[in-house]
């Protein structure tokens, strides 16, 4: 009998097409493969064996007549009762079952980990062993190849055949399918020139058990084993070699998977395509980039050169506009193995739209992935944003089948070069989704560029030591940051296993320049003003900015809060050419914000777009390539400052830009700690009194003197995170997935929800998800059910808030009212 193995591909094509996605991507990860075989003296026939099983045997269940019903279910659909239905690849047909005998569904996975939890044990007898203690990897690839692996995993399953003798023949399965199955198998382990015994399928489920029982037990228990084998074995690297181990067999059978399917138009797309660009040609691309603007010249600076010719993890201190980027890649490209892929992780979303839009332009869309919470919705307004607002059809704001395919490639990180929010990575450390494994093994090989790591605290950086461990005896990283003082150089020296400084790259020339004057405002007693105060903006300095906007400079006021900015521009708004750029707006806002403040290459920094007054949040101190004259700041850590201030006078002209600074406001004392920044702010006061232009490389210094008796393996999150991170993967064997809200990458002060503004909800509500994704804004758990709407369902989540496309979501003076706590602090 001919078997479905897809809606219109048989099984015995299906497990063929897996075969030969699995033997080009084998020999792409072959360096790995010896890599980690060789770190845990294990035979790599053996790990071939192991992969070729999963491979050969993952969708051993599917000849079951209930994944038939399924299918034939399912092709009867789009066939419109078509009962001629052929393989698309041997055109041999298939025979579609009668719907009219409904049977029970099983998932098919189910019989694949019971007769791969076999095979292992058998090729562990004959060939030795993955792990001393036979960790069952080639179930688990198996078993969790679609569905999470946890102890609520098949409980459908289970409900329905526990302790039914009738399990087989109420789904279908018997002698018949298995035999089918391992003839399939046969053919592709004689390819390979590896002998496949023979095995009858009494020998395979032989306990008694019912396989659901059997399969359950073996999912539920193996936290069990793996503690029992940590115990025994006295070894640390237990933990560490499973989870490789299993990450890299994993990735290797989901990608073969997904390339050797043959749906959805995926198997056209190339999964894994790689991107062989030399560092030489890459800086050649770099140069027409710029030289587009006749005016400009481009010559690679001697710090990228360095950062070209590092050979191996490195650490990377440069200033802001210094051509980091660039010079990363370059790395990469030197760096990564040759089938490798490169992973560039930075800490916003903003950055990383801006900087996967910078790598699309060198090397194609079909060769660059962007990976966010919003990545879709992202996707969808690039390919309108050439229609007026007022003018999209809510029918066609959705994702098209393009989108779709690369979204989900995307999401397993399928692409050669990945942009991605550093969330994507870090929840690989705590098994965040049934994705991690395949993400771990999939960044196996290549090179992963960690972009203003200045900005991660001890509970990131608690993850990141583990994600590290892990990675880096087969990926080389870098970690890059404008401000990075020596005990975070440290810090991550360590982590990578590095010794001495050859490994740290410093652009000297630029650090060694001044671009900006640094001037405390301060009242006669030499104490910092606030730059907000009383609910207005200070006489003084209202009068400054006015100058400033008389003489045609350009300024931007950096503050702490989204209030704070929305006050200061509804004094400021009489001026024409303003923009107000915070969290608090929804996306299309946003992005129309964004791309205004984008740099236009073909022209200079006084014919840019930019608005005259930008009053924003912090989330412009990273990757907004803008040029500013002024700075006007709130008080804040000084190496949030530095970062502010890197958008004043960015191409370094002679005339020095200004950076005012301010005292920190009250609000902000939530998130920022008090006493850090005001020891920030005393040195920078110091320092400025007797040279207020200060070089980069003082700052650093001065960063360097704030942290100077923080060690941050010290840090209280730090040691928090580390140890519950141990205690979680030890308590879940390893490999167990957990649901994606169970851990934070990000420290968590309170918990966030996405919000619609009433504002908008009668007009969008009978719309597409996509539209209303579109006006969703992030607020406060608690402030949301404080001022949540009455009446409408929480399917979405809509709050009683005001918005307007110039200042963004804000409260309705009645909700403030209501309030216990005050407003100010709450709501900023």
């Known amino acids: 009998m001919t078997y479905f193995g897809k809606p219109k591909q048989c099984y015995k094509c299906h497990i063929e097409a897996v075969y030969n996605s699995w033997k080009k991507l084998y020999y792409q990860k072959e360096n790995v493969i010896k890599d980690l075989c060789n770190r845990y003296a294990v035979s790599q026939d053996r790990f071939k064996i192991a992969s070729l099983l999963t491979v050969a045997f993952h969708d051993a269940g599917k000849p079951s007549l209930s994944f038939q019903y399924a299918m034939s279910k399912l092709v009867q659909k789009e066939e419109d009762s078509n009962p001629h239905i052929f393989c698309n690849t041997c055109n041999i047909p298939l025979i579609s079952l009668s719907l009219s005998n409904k049977i029970k569904p099983y998932r098919h996975e189910i019989i694949s980990g019971l007769a791969l939890l076999y095979l292992g044990s058998k090729y562990n007898e004959s060939s030795g062993k993955l792990e001393a203690n036979g960790f069952p990897f080639e179930f688990f ?221 060198y090397f194609g869309e079909k060769n660059v992935g962007l990976l966010h919470s919003s990545a879709l919705l992202y996707q969808i307004l690039n390919r309108v944003d050439t229609d007026e607002p007022e003018q999209y059809d809510p029918n066609e704001f959705v994702p098209n089948k393009n989108e779709k395919e690369m979204h989900r490639l995307n999401k397993m990180m399928f692409r050669p070069i990945m942009v991605t929010t550093v969330d994507q990575l870090l929840m690989t450390a705590f098994n965040g989704n049934k994705r991690w494994s395949v993400i771990m093994g999939e960044v196996m090989g290549g090179a992963i560029i960690f972009d203003e790591v200045h900005a991660y605290d001890g509970h990131m950086l608690a993850l990141l030591e583990r994600v590290a461990r892990e990675l880096r005896d087969y990926s080389k990283m870098l970690f890059m940051s404008a401000t990075m003082p020596k005990n975070l150089i440290d810090f991550l020296s360590k982590l990578l296993g590095m010794d001495g400084e050859d490994h740290v790259i410093k652009d000297i020339s630029l650090l060694q320049n001044a671009r900006n004057e640094y001037i405390p405002v301060v009242d006669k007693k030499g104490e910092l003003k606030l730059l907000f105060d009383n609910n207005k903006i200070p006489k003084e300095t209202l009068n400054d900015i006015e100058k400033f906007i008389e003489n045609g400079k350009r300024v931007a006021i950096v503050c702490n809060t989204v209030r704070t900015s929305q006050e200061i521009y509804r004094q400021l708004e009489s001026n024409e050419n303003i923009m107000c750029l915070h969290s608090r707006f929804i996306a299309k806002d946003r992005r129309e914000k964004e791309n205004r403040l984008k740099k236009d290459k073909t022209k200079s920094r006084h014919e840019q777009s930019w608005p005259q007054i930008l009053v924003a949040t912090q989330v412009i101190e990273c990757g907004m390539d803008i040029d500013y004259d002024i700075l006007f700041t709130e008080g804040a850590p000084l190496e949030a400052i530095i970062q502010r201030a890197g958008r004043v006078n960015r191409e370094r002209g002679t005339d020095k830009g200004r950076v005012y600074v301010f005292q920190q406001d009250e609000a902000s004392k939530r998130f920022y700690p008090p006493e850090i920044t005001e020891k920030g702010l005393k040195i920078l006061n110091a320092k400025a009194k007797s040279n207020a232009e200060l070089t980069e490389e003082e700052l650093i210094k001065m960063v360097e003197q704030v942290y100077e008796d923080k060690k941050f393996e010290n840090d209280v999150r730090f040691l928090n995170t580390r140890r519950v991170l141990d205690e979680l993967i030890y308590d879940i064997g390893a490999v167990q997935d957990l649901p994606e809200t169970d851990l934070h990458t990000r420290f968590v002060t309170y918990k966030m929800v996405e919000v619609v503004p009433e504002h908008f909800w009668d007009k969008i509500k009978d719309m597409n998800q996509f539209v209303i994704m579109e006006h969703l804004i992030k607020m406060p758990l608690w402030a949301y059910l404080l001022a949540k709407s009455k009446g409408i369902d929480d399917k979405w989540k809509v709050m009683n808030m005001d918005y307007d496309d110039k200042i963004g979501g804000t409260f309705e003076n009645n909700i403030k009212n209501r309030l216990e706590l005050k407003y100010d602090v709450l709501f900023a």
């Open 141 to 361: 690839a198996a078993i969790g190849h679609h569905k999470p692996i946890n102890p609520d995993s098949f409980r459908r399953e289970w409900n329905e055949f526990f302790g039914d003798s009738n399990e087989l023949d109420r789904i279908g399965y018997s002698e018949e399918q298995w035999n089918h199955v391992t003839e399939v198998a046969r053919i592709v382990f004689e390819k390979e020139g590896i002998s496949l015994p023979n095995i009858a399928w009494k020998e395979v489920n032989k306990d008694g058990q019912t396989i659901i029982e059997s399969v359950k037990e073996k999912i539920d228990t193996i936290p069990l084993e793996v503690q029992e084998a940590i115990d025994n074995s006295g070894e640390t690297n237990v933990i560490g070699r499973i989870r490789e181990t299993y990450a890299l067999l994993k990735s290797l059978l989901i990608s073969a998977d997904w390339e050797g399917s043959d749906w959805e138009g995926l198997s056209k797309i190339q999964i894994h395509s790689t991107v062989n660009t030399s560092a030489d040609d890459f800086w050649r691309r770099v140069k027409e980039d710029v030289e587009q603007d006749s005016s400009k010249t481009f010559e690679i600076r001697d710090f990228q050169t360095e950062l070209t010719k590092l050979s191996g993890h490195g650490i990377a201190v440069a200033p802001t506009g210094s051509g980091k980027t660039e010079g990363a890649i370059a790395w990469a490209l030197t760096n990564k193995k040759s089938n490798g892929k490169i992973l560039y992780v930075l800490p916003n979303q903003v950055l990383t739209n801006s900087i996967y839009e910078r790598l699309v332009k």
